[in-house]
């Protein structure tokens, strides 16, 4: 059985077209090559980074296939390593929305993660990413709110929150200081009204026309 | 003369610089009919290859619910496990033809040779399978679909024996991009079935590999001809087979325009693998609309309807106790069937019905309130299982998914939560859609119109025309479900499964 390349010799900022390719040779390699477990960590991180949760899923089934596969009599197929449990539990709370767990054991990885290590940039990466989408979710789906429940989404403490949303232009409540308002948004400009009208109209044309034909 | 210099030869005044089809052309007048001389017949009963696929049915419940179940299901469970499928090609090419074509030749440029090469080789021996692998391998990367219409038998025993192959090893992404490969060059448009179609789909649901097989299912196969050694099964495998991809990968109404192909196929009696459709387009319109319709497309055959309504009595009661809407009747009914809808794999998509249930409550409060407290929310919310998250945690994730458009405004921390909804404004990826959609319906219509006028000028169609127009009264009464297109034929002797 061959060994799978270092991972360290891949370039350092991978994208999903570097990884893919990879996997059936990962496949194919011994279980216990720490360059497999290195390897299927940065695909993983790299899939949610692209808000592919369904697919790092199922990436996940065909790593705990192939293992059970090549390591069959010999190895307890469960016993992964530390990081690659990490980032099953870090996948879990994605899939399941629970942000306050994702955070948690984001911060507790890169902790334990070497500051400038492939695994640590692109965790770091998946954290900031998650934060972006979820501020953007915040915005539009809050007119008001606690603020300790959008800290959750943010995975920040409640000042930092504060800050946070402060810099965006959300304003405290008069009436309750733990509480957050949100800023008012621009409105669409009736040129870009008119156009998406006209737009809409010619496909209702088109539409008819073909009912008719 | 000595044979194999002759087929050699003959080989090396083949143009290979020509169209795809010129070379298959040439191959096929110049150099087989050497190769078939020199070649053994293969009398009825020898069984040259006899493949045995089994577990042909992945479940799907294991990219959806919570509750997981790997593997494939071997058995009966669901009725469409294949026996032993003995693949006889006519004959069976000399060892030496075998040996000349696979050190010899380029499988780019004479595929049809490497295919008659491989099926004889390693067609019924214990031979060397990574040997076979990295030839098979060979081959499919650079296959020529042309020259594999050709010999269409031993094209699809070749395909069957990968199959075989990858079962044997425990790794059904062996050779799983080649696949993919031979069947996408099949044809230029890549819109007609072939033997590797849903052998793909079935490798790739054995190996979680979704999103490769989304590479061919972006194409929308039209075109069917049993000369390519395609069969029923085939038409019905690759649909249901690719609706469970699209299941997996959440394009629900994608999946239902697959399932309802399967079930208006033309069989009779009805197979097992249009039962199992039904089964899971039952479920997935409750997921999408709220409701079931156990009332089949137009063009499904009258024949199969009884049979429907029997084998899918249990999910016709879940979704009746869906649609009344009473979250008791639909627990209790849940309860007492769930076991049947894990035994056929959809446990899953019930687990997504349920869910259905709860956002179709929360969703149907919009027609009557502009405004509601969470509270409110929360005295209507049913969660069947009792075990999903909270209301105001649903109901954020609601927002999140795109499943409710709505705001949420608290204004201090003593104050209830308010939850407003929101008009759905037309933004321009809504007109994007619209517009793509409409792009790929006029596409279909050109297909349907060139489909009818080939149909319309087809012997076949012409003489039954002929016949029906002089038939005694009553007979397009027989079973009500003929329609005016006959291209169905009742001497095809339909397929029993």
Known sequence: MSSFLPVDSLPKYLSLSDLEPLEPFAQCAAADDANVDRYYLLFLYSLMNNDDIEEARFLLKRMSAARRTVTAGSKDAADISAQLSSVCKILASLWTKDYAKFFSIATDVLQSLPLESPEASILRMLVDHVRDANYQFVSRAFLSGALSDIAVYLGLSDIATMEFLQEKGWSASDEDPSTVIAPVLGIESPRHEAQQKARLDSLTSLITHMQRS | ?497
């Open chain 2, 1 to 497: 003369m000595n044979p194999q210099l002759s087929f050699l030869t003959v080989l090396e005044s083949v143009d290979f610089d020509g169209t795809e089809d010129a070379v298959a052309l040439a191959l096929k007048e110049r150099v087989l009919p050497i190769i078939q001389a020199n070649a053994t017949t293969i009398s009825s009963g020898e069984g040259l290859l006899n493949v045995n696929i089994t577990g042909t049915l992945p479940e799907t419940s294991s990219s959806n619910g919570s509750h997981s179940k790997d593997g494939t299901k071997e058995g009966t469970a669901s009725g469409t496990t294949d026996a032993e499928i003995s693949l006889v090609p006519k004959y069976m090419i000399a060892k030496d033809d075998q040996e000349a074509i696979l050190t010899k030749t380029d499988p780019a440029r004479v595929s049809a040779l490497w295919i008659l090469a491989l099926t004889a080789k390693y067609g019924n021996q214990t031979a060397d399978i990574s040997e076979f692998v990295s030839n098979a391998n060979r081959l499919l990367d650079n296959v020529s679909g042309a020259q594999a219409k050709l010999v269409p038998e031993h094209y699809r025993a070749l395909l069957y024996m990968i199959a075989s192959a990858a079962d044997a090893l425990d790794n059904p992404n062996l050779l799983l991009r080649p696949l993919l490969n031979a069947a996408l060059s099949f044809s230029p448009e890549h819109d007609t079935l072939s033997p590797a179609h849903a052998l793909f789909l079935i490798q790739a649901l054995k190996a979680k590999q979704y999103k490769l097989a989304l590479q061919l299912l972006k194409y929308d196969v039209d075109k069917f001809d049993s000369a390519y050694a395609t069969a029923y099964q085939d038409h019905l495998r690759f649909h249901y087979y690719g609706a469970m991809v699209l299941i997996g990968m959440k394009q629900y109404e994608k999946a239902i325009e697959y399932l309802s192909i399967v079930l208006c196929a033309p069989g009779f009696p009805c197979s097992m693998v249009q039962i199992e459709a039904l089964k899971k387009a039952i479920l997935l319109q409750l997921i999408l609309y709220g409701k079931h319709s156990l009332k089949l497309p137009r063009m499904a055959n009258d024949f199969s309807s009884h049979s429907y309504r029997v084998f899918a009595r249990p999910y016709d009661h879940f979704a009746i106790a869906f649609e009344n809407g009473d979250p008791t009747v639909l627990k209790l009914v849940w309860n007492q069937i769930n076991t049947i809808f894990s035994a056929d794999g959809n446990y899953g998509l019930g687990l997504l019905a349920l869910t259905a249930f709860r956002k179709q409550r929360i969703q149907s409060l919009r027609k009557t309130f502009i405004t509601v407290p969470m509270e409110y929310i929360e005295s209507k919310d049913v969660d069947i299982l009792e075990n999903g998250p909270t209301t105001k945690a649903f109901v954020l994730a609601m927002i999140q998914d795109g499943d409710l458009k709505a705001k949420i405004s608290q204004k201090s921390s003593t104050s209830p939560i308010i939850v407003v909804f929101q008009d759905g404004s037309i933004t321009s990826s809504h007109l994007d859609a619209l517009e793509a959609k409409l792009d790929a319906v006029r596409q279909l219509n050109e297909k349907i119109a060139i489909a009818d006028r080939e149909v319309g000028q087809s012997r076949e169609y012409l003489s039954r025309k002929l016949q029906s127009a002089s038939a005694p009264a009553g007979f397009h009464g027989r079973g009500g479900g003929l329609e005016d297109l006959e291209g169905y034929d009742d001497s095809m002797g339909m397929m029993e499964l």
